[in-house]
């Protein structure tokens, strides 16, 4: 049986805010690092197993995918959020409903979704900077990912829910089975049976099933702090509302990288052809392990933040915030001094075609340029999120992307060719990080007054 003490969220706002970060961090940093790794593994496969245009045919799928975690993220971090907010405001019962409307909802937003890109899936992909190259690679990928797009959403969903309940490393467990699973099918599917492109697919979503019958198992259990009970799956527009509100920072971030993905594609095939797009696939696999590590921190912030503000007590939201902050800060250095050291040999691991090799280093090395600072801004649009503020986390979430990033991707191509489009990418990181420090400043002052 469960011991409720240890995992009921009730100590958020007892325990010393080190041993909580630290507690509800690093299942979520591991989950997060391990679901980045599991698509690594499936690019170096693909890149190893199928060739370097089934790289750049992966690619591709990028605007795509970042759609479906777009609206994955609307539900799922909404409501992660909002059942943290609730059980710091001792509200268990609206918690219990979050949970049932997370279902119904993004087993609804799935099928739509998933209804609407297959039946348009040529056309999209064209649009996304697909050639008569790697257009059958990224269709065959995405029509096995779209046809599991329910069970992907329903499972992203009540996993941030398993996680802001009080169950971290059960959330953990999840994403870490996947995995496993994913990289053992991987081999398999793609070197046993020569499924290529279409065999890393099959084996993503098979993972994912195995993933989201834990969780379910997890829910079904009567001893969970929260779990399924009947009259709970009935949408109350209050909460449907509350969950959509929170969420539409982290859906519109997803919408904007789908955008940004499309121009950067779109512009890589016209300033050099289908393999700079291969490196860009190989570039955004490096650069989002290290992301993920710093969305693992802010998820270990999230329930902290969010029970804490409801309880109103503010030393300890930003006692929270300041760790979070500097473990941020830390992951992104090292991310830094990683892809300015060692490019090439991180860059080997993926393919070993010479001219994709030395498009993808030299993309690595300017896209990295101001990493360090990225960390600080994605813990401070995921604070504004996770304490309710909804208007300024959309804000911040898309400075970077849709007010500096596209402008810059619009521009900067036309003077540096290839190297402006990697150029981009870290000019819109530096303003972005002025923009969210001026922010953060004002509202702690406002914390302040309280």
Known sequence: ?????????????????????????????????ASSLYNMVDSIFIGHGVGPLAIAGLAITFPLMNLAAAFGSLVGVG??????IKLGQKDKESAIHILGNVVMLNGIIGLVFMTLALMFLDPILLFFGASADTLPYAREYMQVILGGNLVTHIYMGLNEVLR?????????????????VNCVLDALFIFGFGWGIRGAALATIAAQVIALGWVLYHFLDKRSFLHFERGIFGLKRHLVGGMLAIGLSPFLMNLCACFVVILINR????????????????????VFLFL?????????????????FGARQFDRLVQVLKYTIFCGVT????????GQLFPRSIVYLFATDAELVRVAVEGLRIVLMFFPVVGFQMVTSSFFQSIGMAKKAIFLSLTRQLLFLIPSLLVLP?????????????????????????????????????
């Open 1 to 33: 049986m469960t011991n409720v003490k240890d995992n009921t969220p009730l100590v958020l706002g007892t325990e010393k805010i080190g041993k909580l970060l630290m507690q509800y961090a690093i299942p979520a940093i591991i989950a997060m690092t």
């Open 79 to 84: 409501a992660s959020t909002l059942v943290a």
């Open 164 to 180: 802001a309940s009080g169950y971290p490393r059960k959330a953990m467990t999840a994403t870490l089975m996947a995995v496993i």
């Open 267 to 286: 512009s890589l095939k016209m300033h050099g052809g289908d393999l700079a797009i291969g490196a860009y696939g190989i570039v955004n696999r490096v």
């Open 292 to 308: 993920m590590i710093v969305m693992g921190f802010n998820q270990g912030m999230q329930p902290i933040a969010g029970y804490n």
């Open 331 to 338: 992951v992104t250095t090292i991310g830094f001094l990683v």
């Open 414 to 450: 036309h003077y540096f060719g290839t190297q402006g489009v990697w150029m981009s990418m870290p000019v819109a990181d530096a303003i972005a990080t002025v923009v969210a420090a001026f922010m953060l400043s004002w509202q702690l002052k406002q914390l302040k007054k309280f």
